[in-house]
């Protein structure tokens, strides 16, 4: 067990629609991470938050977006879902966002879109 | 940009034979190179890291890998090989991409069967 906890572990819903994933980090953790994981384009980073702001952004598209609340949680949010947005969310942490931090990633959200 | 290259789909090994599965990367600059595995259903979760120094890392559950800069590498290895190390592995590396954050980039991973 990593110390990170994801909810819900799956999500199933139809496209069009809007959802919500969470994401605590482990205690102490300051980083949070989130990325993509499907078949055709292996794990993608999404984007990054440290202590409450926004650190890094990858391949995340304009209908998704995330934010860090004070007391250190995550959540992502995915509008105007897609049949192709079908896919592992994971979300991990770090203690600090420096790059020989290790990341501790939780077990992830399946989400499928119908 | 950073990338990295696991050129191995697939690799089966005989349980109690040695495994290595490869790894290459490009980046501009000194390279952060992680090792992760992922059980089916299961997070991904951390192995090792080089980050500079001895290039013969050791890592968890008997894991080690082999930071070469001449050839861009960061091969894992094993000396004997265990039925449950039957995993996904991605190699990672970690660069800057930009006003002081550090991006993390994964390999497409390499599937490691070990046959009883």
């Known amino acids: 067990d990593s110390g990170v906890t994801q909810t819900p572990k799956h999500l199933i819903t139809a496209t069009g629609q809007r959802v919500t994933l969470r994401c605590s980090p482990r205690?102490?953790?300051?980083?949070v991470y989130w990325y993509q994981q499907s078949l055709d384009q292996g794990l993608q980073f999404l984007i990054q938050?440290?202590?409450?702001?926004?650190?890094a952004k990858g391949n995340i598209l304009e209908r998704f977006s995330a934010q860090q609340f004070p007391d250190l949680h995550s959540e992502l949010n995915l509008s105007s879902l897609e049949l192709g947005d079908s896919a592992l969310y994971f979300c991990a942490s770090s203690v600090g966002g420096g790059r020989a931090d290790e990341q501790f990633f939780g077990p992830g959200t399946r989400l499928t879109v119908l | 940009a950073q990338s990295v290259a696991q050129p191995e789909d697939q690799v089966n090994v005989a349980e109690g034979n040695p495994l290595t599965v490869k790894c290459t990367y490009s980046?501009?600059?000194?390279?952060?190179l992680f090792w992760y595995v992922q059980y089916p259903n299961r997070g991904l979760q951390f192995l090792l890291k080089y980050i500079t120094g001895d290039n013969l890392v050791k890592g968890s559950y008997g894991f080690e890998a082999e930071f070469n800069k001449s050839q861009t590498s960061f091969h894992l290895k094993k000396p004997s090989a265990l039925v449950s190390d039957s995993a996904l592995y991605f190699c990672a590396v970690r660069a800057f991409s930009g006003a002081g954050s550090y991006q993390l980039t994964f390999g497409k991973g390499t599937k490691l069967s070990v046959i009883p």
């Open positions: 980046v501009s600059g000194n390279p952060y």
């Open positions: 205690s102490g953790d300051l980083s």
């Open positions: 938050y440290y202590n409450g702001e926004e650190r």
